[in-house]
């Protein structure tokens, strides 16, 4: 659970120093895929 909340906490941030760099016409989407388990790769 720990570390899904940080693999969370981290996307969060990401996006927003994605966002924060660039303007709002310039982004249509972003999409972060994360596992949902440590050991969810495939």
Known sequence: ???LLKSS???VIL???LMSGA???E???I???T???G???G
């Open 27 to 29: 982004i249509k989407s």
């Open 39 to 41: 050991t969810d790769y």
């Open 1 to 3: 659970m720990l570390k």
């Open 23 to 25: 303007l709002a016409g």
């Open 15 to 17: 996006a927003g120093v």
């Open 9 to 11: 906490v981290s996307a």
């Open 35 to 37: 596992p949902e388990e």
């Open 31 to 33: 999409a972060i895929l």
